[in-house]
Each structure stands twice: as structure tokens, then as C-alpha cells.
């Protein structure tokens, strides 16, 4: 565990992740397939999902890509994933990208992980711009964005191709160690 709060936990991906991370997948599909159609279509099926996590461990190791869970305190429940994601270690630059289980938004919990998660990329990662790229539409988005102090930089044109759309202009968000 990285961190514990009085409501929940951060965890790094770990092995035994498979089956609550398909539950998570299956109760969140709506709020998935827009924005994260990857991890909806490689989490479908319990045999999937340990694919996945096999996968994902592996470049949490090599430090390719970096997978979070979120739980509920003393829980094997997911209700959360943040993906500290398009590493590039010239430029010690990353991205964030995040969902959370319909039942436990609004609650702050993005909010914080994404404010723990960031000093632990600054410390531990020595990364030094952290990004998070949202559509305008994405209000609560926004707000983790703007809650953590990261600041908009700019709109990407085109930036983002979702399932069976044209493609979406987004919005950049920085953050850069103080």
C-alpha cells in the first residue's frame, strides 16, 4: 500500500488484482468506453483481466507504465484506477488518466490520490511535468486537474480518437514539481 486514508487505499497493480479489476470493468462499462476502451476490452473476462494484469505489472517494473488501484480501506475492491501513463524519461514528463467506480465520485478520492500520486511521481520517479489531458465536457475532470494545482496550458487539436467518433479536441493540464 502507498497510501491510506480514512476512506480508502492506494495500491500499486499487483498480481492478484485480476478479479476486481474485471468487477470493476463490468460495473463501470458505461462510464469506460468512451475514454478508457482499452481497459474495458482487455478486462472483459476474468481471463482477460489476468492478462492484463500480468501485462501491467510487468511495466510497472520496467517502468514503462504506471497502474494504481484504488480500495476501499482493508478491501480487495477496486474502485478506482489511475494510470500514470506516456512516460517519456528524456523529458521526464508523464501523463495522468483516471477513473473511479460510479458509486464513490464526488467523494474527493481523485482528488487526493492524484495530489499524493504526484509528489510520489516528483520523489520517487524524478519526473518533472506531470500532464493531464481532458476533454471540456469533462467538468469533474477539470476540477481534480485544477484541485491539485495543475495548470491549463492548452488546447490539443484532435488529440483524441474515441470509439467510433471523430476525433475530440482536448485540453492540457501541467504540473511541475515546486
Given at each position: 500500500?502507498?497510501?491510506?486514508?480514512?476512506?480508502?487505499?492506494?495500491?500499486?497493480?499487483?498480481?492478484?488484482?485480476?478479479?476486481?479489476?474485471?468487477?470493476?470493468?463490468?460495473?463501470?462499462?458505461?462510464?469506460?468506453?468512451?475514454?478508457?476502451?482499452?481497459?474495458?476490452?482487455?478486462?472483459?473476462?476474468?481471463d482477460l483481466a489476468?492478462?492484463f494484469v500480468t501485462?501491467?505489472?510487468?511495466?510497472?517494473?520496467?517502468?514503462?507504465?504506471?497502474?494504481?488501484?484504488?480500495?476501499?480501506?482493508?478491501?480487495?475492491?477496486?474502485?478506482?484506477?489511475?494510470?500514470?501513463?506516456?512516460?517519456?524519461?528524456?523529458?521526464?514528463?508523464?501523463?495522468?488518466?483516471?477513473?473511479?467506480?460510479?458509486?464513490?465520485?464526488?467523494?474527493?478520492?481523485?482528488?487526493?490520490?492524484?495530489?499524493?500520486?504526484?509528489?510520489?511521481?516528483?520523489?520517487?520517479?524524478?519526473?518533472?511535468?506531470?500532464?493531464?489531458?481532458?476533454?471540456?465536457t469533462n467538468i469533474?475532470?477539470?476540477?481534480?486537474?485544477?484541485?491539485?494545482?495543475?495548470?491549463?496550458?492548452?488546447?490539443?487539436?484532435?488529440?483524441?480518437?474515441?470509439?467510433?467518433?471523430?476525433?475530440?479536441?482536448?485540453?492540457?493540464?501541467?504540473?511541475?514539481?515546486?
Amino acid at each position: 500500500m502507498l497510501y491510506n486514508s480514512t476512506l480508502f487505499e492506494i495500491h500499486t497493480i499487483s498480481e492478484k488484482d485480476a478479479w476486481s479489476i474485471c468487477d470493476f470493468v463490468a460495473a463501470n462499462e458505461d462510464r469506460l468506453k468512451r475514454y478508457f476502451p482499452l481497459t474495458l476490452e482487455q478486462n472483459l473476462t476474468p481471463d482477460l483481466a489476468q492478462l492484463f494484469v500480468t501485462k501491467k505489472v510487468k511495466e510497472y517494473n520496467a517502468k514503462k507504465e504506471f497502474l494504481f488501484t484504488l480500495k476501499p480501506n482493508n478491501s480487495k475492491k477496486i474502485i478506482g484506477l489511475i494510470y500514470l501513463k506516456a512516460l517519456n524519461w528524456n523529458t521526464k514528463q508523464g501523463e495522468f488518466a483516471y477513473a473511479i467506480d460510479y458509486n464513490f465520485e464526488s467523494k474527493g478520492i481523485i482528488s487526493k490520490s492524484i495530489k499524493f500520486l504526484s509528489q510520489y511521481a516528483f520523489q520517487e520517479f524524478k519526473l518533472e511535468n506531470l500532464q493531464i489531458i481532458v476533454h471540456h465536457t469533462n467538468i469533474t475532470s477539470i476540477k481534480v486537474a485544477e484541485n491539485c494545482k495543475f495548470t491549463w496550458i492548452k488546447t490539443l487539436e484532435k488529440e483524441y480518437t474515441p470509439p467510433g467518433e471523430k476525433p475530440l479536441n482536448m485540453e492540457l493540464y501541467q504540473l511541475k514539481p515546486k
